[in-house]
């Protein structure tokens, strides 16, 4: 065999010019095979913003976009959230359009009639989750959020389900556990409020370590102390996180996935994140498994090593209950148990001090149908119609997931005349289905007897939906309520809310991440007399 240098091998046969022209050929064949088939497949897709070679719409729509908001150049420039700016695209593109993040297409659907058309008539398409890299690199599309949907989420969800209902869930039984947190918050509330010297007090702390306890409780058997540091930097580490996913340079991750890895700036930050959540989490996981006691299981934890080890005992060699699948349902679960209802929490208590007249209604309506001296019981729900119209007015403006999770075309199919190709993200906008002005009457003003009738009775409205709708509803929708209903009613039976005298009030825009924060705001608090 003879061996050719690197100069012999150019002017060999190997590289003739029949072979060039061939090679040329080809590479000319298969780009236009392959821009045919995009333009095919991307044939009749819904309108949107013409995208950016590589970044797509990212640089030339987005960016542009919040940039002219940051500096004033658009009016009402306190508004600077992606949420805003999509629902006002649907005004130039209609409730259907298209963007591009990369070459990954994303579809936007907007209002009331069409988030519920998908959703709840097209279950079948559009029920799947995306392989988003933000999303997959930290989930590896496990656990119930973002799982893509099939025969391993259903089991999983439904076993989940089940479990955590036999712990309480939904249940008049889980009420203690709740009041437990209460009990806490209130106790600091007026301790650090005396101690603020009339500064106020930042309420979120409290709020979300009573919140994350009840979540806890249920799926790991034990609470945390409000003064447990390791916890509370954990439950900051969360709110962190979820903020760092929507960042312009986090989110230019999932145009060039290889940025994660980038040792420095929110790069750097997302993965320590990640990691601090991680060792946590997986600590206690190993704990309940070295305490593990077959015949008396204390939590979803043991209930899931139960079922895990029946299986193995059946010899299910392909089960999806392992160690590993439990650690990203449970990590689901403690986020979006904790994050989801804290927010909710607090927005309702900004709405409060802002609409002083509104906490006064409410508080009467509590004072006559629970009293000063009992404690607010689910029970008593269905007679403070006013109280629940009030929590629900503010869900409605709050949308504290204002875009849901995002779903994904699981087939090409058709859809209000447009082609939705297989594999496009599709973002069900709940944030413009509860601005919609088609559904609510002046949808941008505070107004809780939108959700009562003439007699005052509460009315339940198939276009409201903070919870999202189909087949990916929100599982610890139950127990979100429960909380929501027991820690308003509580803390505004106690306690007059107000702002610290000369401190203007925070804007109403707030912080987006994957979920919608209210900006951070204090409150001066008083025992009601």
């Not at 298969?30 to 819904?46: E, H, K």
């Not at 029970?379 to 503010?394: C, N, Q, R």
């Not at 906008?429 to 009562?452: C, E, G, K, Q």
């Not at 027991?486 to 804007?507: D, N, Y």
Request: aromatic share 10%; charged share 20%.
């Amino acid at each position: 065999m003879v061996s050719l240098s690197w100069p012999d091998y150019l002017s060999s046969s190997v590289l003739s010019h029949e072979n060039i022209i061939a090679l040329i050929v080809f590479v000319i064949v298969y780009f236009l095979v392959t821009f045919y088939q995009r333009g095919r497949d991307l044939a009749n897709i819904p309108p949107g913003p013409k995208p950016w070679p590589v970044v797509g719409n990212f640089g030339g729509f987005l960016i542009p976009t919040f940039i002219r908001r940051s500096f004033g150049q658009q009016p009402d420039s306190s508004v600077i959230n992606a949420v805003v700016v999509l629902t006002e695209q649907a005004n130039v593109y209609g409730n259907v359009y298209s963007l591009f993040v990369g070459s990954q297409l994303v579809v936007v659907l907007n209002g009331y009639e069409v988030v519920k058309d998908a959703l709840s008539n097209h279950p079948d398409v559009f029920s799947d989750r995306p392989t988003v890299p933000t999303v997959t690199i930290m989930t590896k599309r496990k656990g119930i959020v973002f799982a893509p949907y099939g025969p391993v989420w259903r089991k999983q969800r439904r076993f989940c389900h089940t479990t955590l209902r036999n712990f309480g869930l939904g249940k008049l039984s889980l009420e203690p556990c709740i009041l437990q947190g209460l009990a806490t918050i209130k106790t600091e509330l007026l301790k650090l409020n005396e101690e603020s010297g009339g500064a106020g007090v930042d309420m979120a702390p409290l709020i979300s370590n009573a919140v994350s306890n009840v979540i806890c409780s249920l799926i790991l058997g034990q609470r945390f102390p409000h003064d447990d540091l390791e916890f509370r930097n954990m439950l900051g580490l969360m709110v962190r996180g979820l903020e760092i996913c929507v960042n312009i340079p986090a989110v230019l991750i999932n145009v060039f996935p290889l940025l994660y890895y980038l040792p420095f700036g929110v790069f750097k930050e997302l993965r320590q994140v990640e990691r601090d959540i991680t060792v946590f989490l997986k600590r206690i996981i190993a704990k309940h498994r070295e305490t593990l006691d077959p015949d008396s299981p204390r939590d979803l934890a043991d209930m899931y090593f139960i079922e895990m080890l029946s299986q193995q005992a059946a010899g299910e060699e392909d089960s999806s209950f392992t160690e590993d699948y439990l650690f990203y349902i449970i990590g689901d679960l403690f986020i979006a148990g904790t994050d989801t209802t804290s927010n909710s929490v607090l927005w309702t208590l900004l709405y409060m001090v802002l609409h002083p007249d509104i906490q006064e209604k409410v508080q009467a309506e509590i004072d006559e149908v629970v009293g000063r001296n009992s404690v607010p019981s689910l029970t008593d729900k269905g007679s403070l119609p006013f109280t629940e119209a009030t929590i629900m007015e503010v869900q409605r403006l709050a949308t504290v997931v204002p875009l849901g999770i995002p779903h994904m075309a699981s087939e090409t199919t058709e859809f209000r005349g447009y082609t939705i190709p297989k594999g496009t993200v599709v973002l069900p906008n709940l944030w413009s289905v509860h601005r919609d002005p088609t559904v609510w009457d002046d949808p941008d003003s505070f107004n809780p007897a939108r959700f009562l009738d003439d007699e005052g009775k509460l009315i339940r409205k198939e276009c409201f939906m903070p919870f999202g709708t189909g087949r990916r509803v929100c599982m610890g929708e139950q127990l979100a309520k429960m909380e929501l209903f027991l820690m308003v009613t509580s803390l505004l039976q106690a306690f007059e809310f107000r702002l610290p005298e000369g401190v203007p009030p925070p804007p109403l825009h707030g912080r987006f991440g994957l979920t919608l924060a209210p900006c951070p705001y204090t409150v001066c608090v008083n025992l009601r007399r």
